[in-house]
C-alpha cells in the first residue's frame, strides 16, 4: 500500500513572490559563473557589442573576431554544425 505524505499546498500568491527572485538568482549564479571561469581558467569569451572578446583575470581584453550580427532561429534541442572556413 502506498501511503500518500501531506503536503501543505503553497498558495499563488507565495508562489508568485518566489517567482520573482528567480532573475536575481539567475544573475547572481551568472556572476559566479563568469568569476569562477576567470580565476580556474585565466580568461573567458564573451559576446561584447558585436564582437567576440576574450577577457583576461588581469583585465586586459583582446577582440577575437567581429560576430555577424544576423541571429540563426533554432528550436531547442537542436544541434548545428559549423562550416570549417577553407
Do not use: F, N
Amino acid at each position: 500500500m502506498i501511503h500518500k505524505i501531506d503536503r501543505p499546498e503553497l498558495e499563488e500568491a507565495v508562489i508568485s513572490r518566489l517567482e520573482e527572485y528567480i532573475p536575481e538568482l539567475a544573475k547572481g549564479a551568472s556572476q559566479q559563473a563568469y568569476l569562477q571561469a576567470l580565476t580556474t581558467c585565466g580568461s573567458v569569451v564573451e559576446a561584447v557589442a558585436g564582437e567576440l572578446v576574450e577577457t583576461s583575470a588581469d583585465g586586459t581584453t583582446k577582440v577575437l573576431r567581429m560576430l555577424s550580427g544576423k541571429s540563426v532561429p533554432t528550436r531547442p534541442g537542436t544541434r548545428r554544425v559549423r562550416k570549417r572556413d577553407s
